[in-house]
């Protein structure tokens, strides 16, 4: 087993859209943190969902997060995230003003 560090992905979605942020590739996994910024003074809120590989439409069970209110220019981290080969996190910014960043281990 290798593990190998990197940015698996970032993404700055516009308001309201269920943004896929990264796919685990096939025969990978991952562990794995995101972090959430608001580039705006104002306050947004944000939606994180772990989409089992299996699943085409994000269901309330899959969120980690939804619609959680982030402080103007303000920063949150998930870690300790583990995705399985074909997985998904799904992201969603209320206002548009949040980016999204997945960064750890992938795991081959």
Known sequence: MTYSPRIFAQQYPAAGIDTNLMTVDVGHSATLSVFVSNHSSGEDAFSIALVPYDQ??????????????????????????????GDQ???????????????????V
């Open 56 to 85: 085409a439409n994000t269901t309330p069970p899959n969120y980690i997060a939804y619609q959680t209110r982030l402080i103007g220019n303000g920063c949150i981290s998930f870690a300790g995230l583990y995705l399985a080969s």
């Open 89 to 107: 996190i799904r992201v969603t910014s209320l206002g548009g003003f949040s980016s999204f960043t997945a960064t750890g281990l992938d795991i």
